[in-house]
């Protein structure tokens, strides 16, 4: 049976531009022109049937469908690196060191690794959780995750925003109901050391003037003040990401739909030259389980506004 699948070339062409949402930067990193990217996209989108991107003046936005799909091609690819590396003999196990900050680990990559590892037997993950600065890229340092806009010198895949809305647990709502934002006024806020403007920004953006931020315990990081809210302590204030899996499953609800944009984004980095294929097939595993978070994100959360 002949399988009708998509050209090679197109499909590389695909998940560069879907990664760097950017035609000309997909065309530098694979060294072609901008124009043999998007002849490839839509030789792709031809074959398919479907549109991948929609086209705007400043940049590019995957469709539906290409959200959807860019999963499934990174894994294929994942599966072709693997597959090669058996097949050369390059099959010895392999030391992946990444530098990830505390909230990021515990809140979200953690909960995820098993998933990779069984996946990729021959990579083993060593986390560094460290206060870095940006000199990390060391020689003991593969890549890392930085919250951050601008990362010269540095590939930069996009894996999600950095955006707040409260969250307590479900005990200290039906305790003590939270109607609308004013009602915080009769409860304990949870504050985070290095992030003590987030209530203020979110309560300014929901119009909730009585409610002061000058009392409530502080914790060093989202992960404490999280688990602490969780606990019944207080209302914390949350980003989106580190309280998806709390929010499924009950342990954490967000009693109001308003979620602050923040401009700052988490970001998979890793070096322009010399990266050994172990950094890859973690990229590939890391890129679709950020657009599932994405793709949850979109649909968890009502209005938003420019913080």
Known sequence: MVRDLPPLNALRAFEAAARRLSFTRAAEELGVTQAAIS????????????????????????TEKGEAYLPSVRQAFDVLCEATDAVQGHGESQVLTLSVLPNFALRWLVPRLAEFQRRSSLVDVRLLTAYRGNEFLREDIDAAIRLGADWPGLNADHLFGSDMFPVCSPMLVA????????????????????????????????????????????????????????????????????????????????????????????YFLWPKTGVPRKVLLFRGWLL????????????????????
Request: aromatic share 8%; proline share 4%.
């Open 288 to 307: 679709a389980h950020a657009a599932q978070t994405r793709t949850s994100i979109g649909y968890s959360y009502g209005a938003a506004v420019a913080g």
């Open 175 to 266: 305790q003590r109901p939270l109607r609308e934002p004013r009602d915080l006024a009769h409860h304990l806020l949870l504050h985070v050391y290095g992030a003590l403007d987030d209530w203020p920004q979110w309560l300014a953006a929901a119009d909730a003037s009585n409610v002061s931020v000058d009392r409530g315990p502080s914790f060093d990081s989202y992960a404490l003040a999280l688990e602490a809210a969780a606990c019944g302590c207080g209302v914390a204030m949350a980003r989106t990401a580190f309280v998806q899996d709390d929010l499924a499953s009950g342990r954490l609800v967000a009693p109001f739909s308003l979620t602050v944009k923040r401009d700052e984004a988490w």
């Open 39 to 62: 002849h490839h996209v839509r030789v792709l989108e031809d074959h398919l049937g479907f549109r991948l991107f929609r086209r705007l003046n400043n940049g590019l936005l995957l």
